[in-house]
T-cell receptor, first 113, second 111 residues
């Protein structure tokens, strides 16, 4: 099994630019989670989907953030416009059933200058 | 509000010196408690899931236990390769399947 696949692994962008992070969950998994990790705040849940439907987006910090899951094998997290305080590691994770193990991708390291 | 805290924030051990990490949680109906290990530059790696008070899980030098209010990760005779950040997470039955992580404990094992 290939695991959760994220791209890009690293991105450096200028303030004001649009950033799109991509995720391919493990095949057969019904839940997909987007987390953000910083030194100050740790791992924060931004949004999660069940069967491609957004269930809870209360962790999305601002309207500049949006996430979509057009099908079971692909999700995007978009930041528009980006700001320096958005610099963090963004993790995508998936699991097959509530209460079961959540598997994480390797993360997308975002730096906004 | 569902909450997870971990202590200590950082722990430095000599190789072979056993110790325990604590995870305290407040949730409305625990569906599952998870322990993860995270190495620098990597995503969290799953270690254990515990579902009910009294449950224990073991893997090599690690043993996780669960009570109604907290979980412990016991590390027996640690080695330098056990150095990592250990994260605790909980899933509450009433929180629409959210998984909330604690801040983690950074463990350093000195040879």
């Amino acid at each position: 099994d290939a695991g959760v696949i994220q791209s890009p692994r690293h991105e450096v962008t200028e303030m004001g630019q649009e950033v799109t992070l991509r995720c391919k969950p493990i095949s057969g998994h019904d839940y997909l989670f987007w987390y953000r990790q910083t030194m100050m705040r740790g791992l924060e849940l931004l949004i999660y989907f069940n069967n491609n439907v957004p269930i809870d987006d209360s962790g999305m910090p601002e309207d500049r953030f949006s996430a979509k899951m057009p099908n079971a094998s692909f999700s995007t997290l978009k930041i528009q416009p980006s700001e320096p305080r958005d610099s963090a590691v963004y993790f995508c994770a998936s699991n097959g059933e509530s209460g079961n193990t959540i598997y994480f991708g390797e993360g997308s390291w975002l730096t906004v200058v | 509000e569902d909450q997870v805290t971990q202590s200590p924030e950082a722990l430095r051990l000599q190789e072979g010196e056993s110790s325990s990490l604590n995870c305290s949680y407040t949730v409305s109906g625990l569906r599952g408690l998870f322990w993860y290990r995270q190495d620098p530059g990597k995503g969290p790696e799953f270690l254990f899931t515990l579902y009910s008070a009294g449950e224990e899980k073991e893997k090599e030098r690690l043993k996780a236990t669960l009570t109604k209010k907290e979980s412990f990760l016991h590390i027996t005779a640690p080695k330098p390769e056990d150095s990592a950040t250990y994260l605790c997470a909980v899933q509450a039955a009433t929180s629409y399947d959210k998984v909330i992580f604690g801040p983690g404990t950074s463990l350093s094992v000195i040879p």
